[in-house]
């Protein structure tokens, strides 16, 4: 991380918390299964996944210790939090499975490895994987999980209790962006997506470039005064 | 030549397509041809066959992305062997489709699928790759008249490029039917983009393939 243009982060962190030391500053690292996939040609690996497990093991455990590395540059440069963050592998793409035995030992050592408040995220369908997420936050000290858009998070918060803390999962394209959701509209999908349980409102995926300024303050507005008051999580925490 | 062994090399390429046995159906369609049997007939009740029942297994979550991919490889190494000899009258396409992955993204996988899909439909594939310009998928449509634009993105941000080029596309000519897929967009992404049809994700692409080979397959038993 000390290299350029990898060491543009780490300035970039330090920056903002000395200009706004009052805001929680999160980092975060993609995992290992979505870097592999974007260094080495996706559909390899996941062939790869059958017909050279091994060979795939061991390409993801240096990219495991690649992230960890990453992640404690970050929060050494003063990230407040960390989120791991592995888009490629949720059912869409990869079996429970798999994930159990690919991907979960190796999500539960990078966050086991970073001392900070730490959250997993999971982007795609991430109904059949919850409850294995919510084990790799319980096995490796980690704080939360978060899920986009595809996640029933009614179903979710039915599977793991209220003693898990479930971040997500607003649309980023609807509520802030489209041209035809009102400010309204996305008052109310904010509102829909608390009811829904979650413990902090977090964007289901990436935002937009395209975001409409009016209707994010607004869903930010909402986010803070609708059912404003101690959330389940109060008293979770350790 | 018996319609035993020709109903069992069928059985044996649609076997292979499911258990993703590269040799076997490369085996048996090299079989199928030294045989002289029809290679149309062996793609579609072979191969597309056995891709339907993947897409089923697809569906049902006992096949995932990895078994599809390799479901995909054996299916190509029959396909490889077997479309030449489709003779020309049996084998002029059924439509044109030109895909790519659009401008900035280089994730194809699923953009693949659904060209395999296509190529074992029979149409005519102008594939412009990963990563295309904007005014390539326009440029590329007008050269070949072809009737659909297939255009998928997984990230978010390249996404937006998809509208600009239903805009440039539909301004030239209005009756090209234009298909959007990938990770970010949805139903309500493609619909306000001004799209004619949308598939979620790889596995949705691949089902919305599935479906259009039974269509064919259909459309090809009502010809016979």
Known sequence: MDRYPMNLIPEAIKIVKK?????????????????????????????????????????????????????????????????????????????????????????TRILSAWRAPKVLHICGSTDLLVEMMWQIVKDSGAQAVSVDMKNNIVESRKKLGNDALILGNFDVFKLPCAEETTVEQAVDGIKKNIDGLVDAVWPGCDLWPDIKEENLRAMERTARTYKAGPTPAVGRLN | ???????????????????????????????????????????????????????????????????VLMCADALYGGLDILRPHVPKKDGGAIAQVVIGSIQGDVHDIGKNLVKMMFDVSGWMVHDLGRDVPLENFVKEQLRTDAEVVAMSAMMTTTMLGMRKVIKMIKEKNPNVAIMLGGAPVTQDVAKLFGADGYAESAGNAVKEGIKMISRLREYEKKKA
Do not use: H
Request: one cysteine or more; glycine letters at 8%.
């Open chain 1, 19 to 107: 200009e706004a030391p009052e805001l929680a500053l999160g980092a975060w690292q993609l995992g290992p299964f979505t870097q592999c996939g974007q260094t080495i040609e996706l559909d390899k690996v996941l062939k790869g996944v059958f017909k050279e497990r091994k060979r795939v093991e061991d390409i993801l455990d240096k990219f495991t210790d690649i992230i960890i590395n990453n992640g404690k540059a970050l929060l050494a440069a003063g990230a407040d939090f960390i989120t791991l963050r592995e888009p490629g592998v949720a059912a869409d793409l990869l079996s429970p499975r798999t994930f159990k035995e690919l991907i979960q030992p190796r999500l």
């Open chain 2, 1 to 67: 030549m018996s319609n035993n062994n020709k109903g069992e090399l069928i059985e044996l390429l649609k076997d292979g397509v499911i258990n993703f046995k590269d040799d076997q159906v490369k085996d048996a369609a090299q079989k199928a041809v030294d045989a002289g049997y029809p290679a149309l007939e062996m793609i579609m009740e072979g191969l597309a066959a056995g891709m339907e029942v993947v897409g089923d297994l697809y569906e049902r979550q006992e096949y995932f992305v990895p078994e």
